[in-house]
Every structure is written in C-alpha cells, then in structure tokens.
C-alpha cells in the first residue's frame, strides 16, 4: 500500500514538474521571441514591410535555415546575424515554432489578382501550388512587392547566396520579369 502511495505521489509529483518546466521552457521561448516584436511587428505586421519580412505563419523549416545561416554567417544582416549568434542553437528551433504556429496576418483584400505572370510556374514546386510555401521553400505569398523585389535582385546579383538554387532561377529571368512576380506574389 505505502509503495503504491509512493509511487502515486512521486509520479504526480514528477507529472507536475515536467508540465511546469515545459510551461517555463514555453515561456523562456516566448521571451526570447519577444524581441522580434520590434521588427517583425507584436501582431505580425512587420515595422517596415517593405525590408522586413513576414515570419509570422512562415514556414518552419524555412525560418529555422534563415536563423542558423545569420548564426554561421552564411547570410549576413547587420541586425539578424549579432540576433541569431546570441541565441543557443537549440532556441533556433523553437523560435522558428514558435512563428511557424501563429497565423499568417491577415491583409486588406485585393483588387482581382492579375494573370501570372510568365515564369513564375517554376517557382510552385517548392513554393506550392498558392506559393503559400512548404518545407524547405518561404511562403512568398502576401510579402510586399518591395521585400519580394529586392530579394529576387539579390539571388539574381549573388549578394545574397544562402540557397543554391535561387541565384541560377532568378538570373534566368529579366529584371522585368522579376518585377511581375513580385507584383504578382504581393497580390495574393
């Protein structure tokens, strides 16, 4: 009888110690995200969406990889990288969860969506078929033109390397063409 109290009493003790270190471990997550906030915007609207990207409900493979390259250097930001280097390793995850699990902001409707334009069917295998994303490519959906356009030119002019793929994609294509995607992605 006392071993079965025991061991009732240890199990809920131990039941109720791992619930609250996985609640702090939560809150320590949230705390560390908080920082974000004043970039990427407490609601998901970032600050200046025209440079700063959406993470809310983007894709987690995707924000992890992004975190870890500022961390190593592989892609450089004078605000990211010192940000991703000051986090351990294993927060990289959980940070990008933590975005991955919240709903993409919602946006003003807009007018009747262009036809695609011409090329931008090379981007839906990895980006999906809405170019709402998937892993291991970004939701591109929704972004603004602006942050959509200057990332397409730095794959296209190599300043930014950090996926293999996308400098040889975005060279293919003109500058015109790239434009039209981008007017065309921020639409959707």
């Not at 006392?2 to 619930?19: D, E, K, P, Q």
């Not at 990889?65 to 500022?70: E, I, P, S, T, V």
Request: aromatic share 8%; charged share 20%; with cysteine.
């Amino acid at each position: 009888m006392f071993t079965r109290l025991f061991s009732t009493i240890v199990g809920a003790g131990i039941g109720f110690t791992i619930t609250a270190l996985s609640a702090y471990a939560a809150d320590d997550i949230e705390a560390k995200a908080q920082m974000c906030d004043a970039c990427h915007g407490q609601n998901g609207v970032p600050a200046d969406p025209k440079t700063i990207p959406i993470i809310w409900g983007q894709q987690q493979s995707y924000l992890v990889k992004q975190l870890r390259d500022y961390r190593n250097g592989e892609r450089d930001n004078p605000i990211m990288s010192p940000i991703a280097k000051g986090l351990a390793q294993e927060d990289l995850r959980k940070i990008a969860a933590y975005f991955a699990a919240k709903s993409w902001p919602a946006q003003r409707a807009a007018a009747a969506p262009a036809p695609p334009p011409n090329g931008i069917a090379q981007c839906q295998p990895c980006h999906q078929p809405n170019f709402e994303g998937g892993p291991p490519a970004p939701r591109l959906a929704g972004l603004s033109y602006e942050y959509l356009a200057a990332t397409m030119r730095d794959f296209a002019t190599e300043e930014r390397g950090n996926n293999g793929d996308m400098p040889k994609f975005m060279q293919a294509l003109t500058d015109r063409e790239r434009d039209a995607m981008a007017r065309y992605l921020s639409a959707l």
